[in-house]
């Protein structure tokens, strides 16, 4: 968790976070709602979601904005004396980036180029972007999207280095009762006694709460180097076990039905891939991917590699830490996930 001390690097600053009223925003409010922050300012496009947290937080220092990412003008307006940016604003969900992907491309690609010119333009001190696992090796339209959005971001850092914004990214992977997940999904239908869809018996996905998915933007933002990717090393699971410990939880008969891959669909998720580890910083509970720093003379592109011997694998969720059926049942009492 986020110690107090580092809650002093907030004296009287103001945060914009884009996508504000999703659940990384509200997780956010819930936790630095208290500290010394002059102004947190929700942008969103959603006047409803903002209505409903606009009345339950009932706070003076909070702000809402209506706008879209996909409007240069209005981030322009809403970052006017903003010291950092927590971009969250984006499409998440595979099916509906697979059915619709030129409207994830508008949001995932154009919002962020926004977001990030928006920023420097308004001389914003940092930008934080939040990715996902999917971003690496992607093979969905979600995955792409984000990774384009990773790359214009880190291109961006390259080409304004001594310029007075600094970008970074956190990359990750399941975010544990986040709108639209797996984990509200499965309550959901198990509540109702309906099968829970497991698509493959071996799928496998990184596990993290929303507390810790803030603590992970709140440490790059006070560490982070201009273009650095923060993946925060986290525990996965089978998804057929997550499944049986809801119904556990839940006092529910296990009732599971095995569908099948979907399209779009990966066995297991990557934070950090194998080519990245030549690049990556490894701590005690992180991994920091580097910039790759090089001048955009292409002579050097060309000519000059990294001899940095890359590790022997990835980070991904099949071979990091994997919890049990009763190691899940734990983390999900933990975090209280909302099973009413």
Known sequence: MIVKKKLNFFKNKSLLITGGTGSFGKTFLSKIINSNLKEIIIFSRDEKKQEELRNKIENPKVKFIIGDVRSLDSLIDASKGVDFIFHAAALKQVPSCEFQPWEAYKTNIIGTENTINAAIKNRVKKLI??????????????????????????????????????????????????????????????????????????????????????????HA?????????FVQKSPACKIIDLAKAIHILLKKKENINIIGSRHGEKLNETLVSFEEMALTKETKNHFIIKNDSRSLDYNLYEDLGNKKRIKSTDYNSDSTNQLNIKEIISLLKSIKVDLN
């Open 221 to 229: 933002l006070i560490y982070g180097k201009n273009g650095d990717i």
């Open 129 to 218: 972007l939040l990715s996902t696992d999917k971003a690496v090796y992607p093979i969905n339209a979600m995955g792409l999207t984000k990774a384009m959005g990773e790359k214009i971001l880190q291109a961006k850092s390259r080409m304004t280095k001594e310029n007075y914004t600094k970008l970074c990214i956190t990359r990750y992977g399941n975010v544990m009762g986040s709108r639209g997940s797996v984990i509200p999904r499965f309550i959901n239908l198990a509540k109702m006694n309906k099968p829970l869809p497991v698509t493959d018996l071996r799928m496998t996905r990184f596990m993290m709460s929303l507390g810790q998915s803030v603590d992970l933007v709140l």
